[in-house]
């Protein structure tokens, strides 16, 4: 069946490096979505990405989404520690757009 | 309401026990989502609604499980003899349309089957 799965499980890192987060379809999407979960807190809508190729920049994310549009990419640019959190890519399931599926996340922590 | 409310915000019942989740989505919101989530994974897809009507319940695990929004508005998740493996934050999410377009999620409600 469908799946979406994230690359890293985890990353920590030195505040002010970089930081990128993989998402991989094995079916082609119609979109991708980024959301972004604090700790003990609920999933936190970023960004909606829809064409083949697309890059978005929110501030230091930046967005990509595959040609194929079965991958996309977040990466963070000079990290901060409000920036900590676990990460998730999400897709609307190939038989039922209405169902989206979220990856397994990639959990950021970050070293002051 | 301002966000999405999700009551109560912990539930704690025993194995066997019926529970109920209550989800009061932002209003105008027309498609409304439950989520299940375990600790270490990304949220499960449950049910989706499109104003008064599931159109889409795959995600619902077994017959235990069973969600109603009969005004459209909120919407209710019923649990029918809890197992200890039920146990997880469940999520409600909300969006103005059906598709193309991101969630606004409530706190979640946290259930624990002892």
């Known amino acids: 069946g469908q799946q979406v799965m994230q690359i890293p499980q985890y990353q920590h890192v030195q505040e002010g490096e970089d930081f990128t987060t993989y998402c991989n379809s094995s079916?082609?999407?119609?979109?991708i979505q980024w959301y972004k979960q604090r700790p003990g807190g609920h999933p936190v809508f970023l960004i909606q990405?829809?064409?083949?190729?697309e890059v978005k920049k929110q501030k230091r994310l930046t967005f990509q989404f595959g040609e194929a549009k079965k991958n996309s990419s977040l990466h963070i640019t000079a990290t901060q520690t409000t920036d900590v959190g676990t990460y998730f890519c999400?897709?609307?399931?190939?038989?039922?757009?209405?169902?989206?599926?979220f990856g397994s996340g990639t959990r950021l922590s970050i070293r002051p | 309401g301002a966000g999405v409310s999700q009551t109560p915000s912990n539930k704690v019942t025993e194995k066997g026990k019926y529970v109920e989740l209550r989800c009061d989505p932002i209003s105008g919101h027309t498609a409304l989502y439950w989520y299940r989530q375990s600790l270490g994974q990304g949220p499960e897809f449950l049910i989706y609604f499109q104003g008064t009507g599931a159109a889409d319940d795959s995600g619902l695990p077994n017959d235990r499980f069973f969600a109603v929004r009969p005004e459209g508005s909120v919407s209710t998740l019923k649990i029918q003899r809890t197992e200890r493996g039920d146990s997880a934050v469940y999520l409600c999410a909300s969006s103005p349309r059906q598709y193309d377009y991101g969630y606004t999620f409530g706190s979640g409600t946290r259930l624990t089957v002892v």
């Open positions: 990405l829809v064409k083949s190729g």
């Open positions: 999400a897709g609307p399931w190939y038989s039922s757009a209405s169902k989206i599926i």
């Open positions: 079916t082609t999407l119609s979109n």
